[in-house]
């Protein structure tokens, strides 16, 4: 099961769920999680519209910008009625430091209350450093997060420390290089790592088959590409 995946349009960039799903097909991938481009004006409803093409296989992760507020958590408890079960942060985008509690608290509290999974932009500045996971991930410990590119490239050692030392952050690969994928799965466990591609910015079947070589066992493969999601969301 693929953490990470866009669907709709922004400029440069578009994805349906059909051509997700074609691309999944070719990879040999069974599920995949699927949120909007996060960019300027989104809409959840493409993601509804993603799901219908295959619902047992695309599963919906719905976007949020905490600036928005009520609305923003309220947005958070609609998707949830739905059966969202995820959602995608962006604080380099949306512009917010993860950890203003004061800001990003109200979506955390409806989060948590709806049992859902975090993926949050993880790579690009001190919006969303290692530091900021550390801090809301101890703030919510109930919330699983997954840092999504996992600090790389300048704070991969970082976020790799702060993951070991945070029991709810996890480590997620998309178009994370080889060496860093390996050292976080030696470093931390396979347990601590889900596989993400952030397609469609990839070549969605490189991105699959590069588990492969940095799993290191067939076991831990299968924990990173699939089995940890699957276990944080509640699905078998
Ligand atoms: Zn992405």
Not at 87 to 100: E, Q, R
């Amino acid at each position: 099961m693929d953490a990470h995946n866009h669907i709709g349009f922004r400029h440069g960039a578009s994805q349906t769920g059909e051509e997700l799903l074609q691309r999944m097909d070719a990879a040999g991938v069974d599920r995949a999680c699927a949120f909007p481009f996060v960019e300027g004006v989104f809409d959840n409803d493409d993601v509804d519209r993603a799901r219908a093409a295959a619902p047992d296989r695309i599963v919906p992760f719905l976007a949020v910008n905490p600036w928005q507020r009520e609305e923003a958590v309220a947005e958070v408890h609609r998707r949830a009625d739905k059966g969202y079960r995820g959602v995608k942060m962006h604080p380099t985008i949306h512009g917010y430091h993860l950890s203003d509690l004061g800001l990003v608290g109200p979506v955390l509290e409806a989060i948590r209350e709806r049992e859902l999974v975090v993926i949050c932009h993880g790579a690009s500045d001190l919006y969303n450093a290692p530091p900021e996971f550390a801090r809301i991930c101890r703030a919510y410990p109930e919330v699983p997060f997954l840092m999504a590119h996992s600090g790389t490239f300048w704070s991969h050692d970082q976020a790799v420390e702060v993951a070991a030392e945070t029991p709810n952050l996890y480590l997620e690969t998309a178009r994370v290089p080889i060496f860093e994928v390996a050292s976080s799965i030696r470093s931390l466990g396979p347990e601590k790592v889900v596989w993400g591609t952030d397609s469609p910015f990839v070549d969605y079947t490189f991105e699959f088959e590069k588990m492969e070589r940095a799993a290191g066992s067939e076991d831990a493969r299968q924990l990173v590409c699939g089995g940890n999601l699957a276990r944080l969301l509640g699905m078998d």
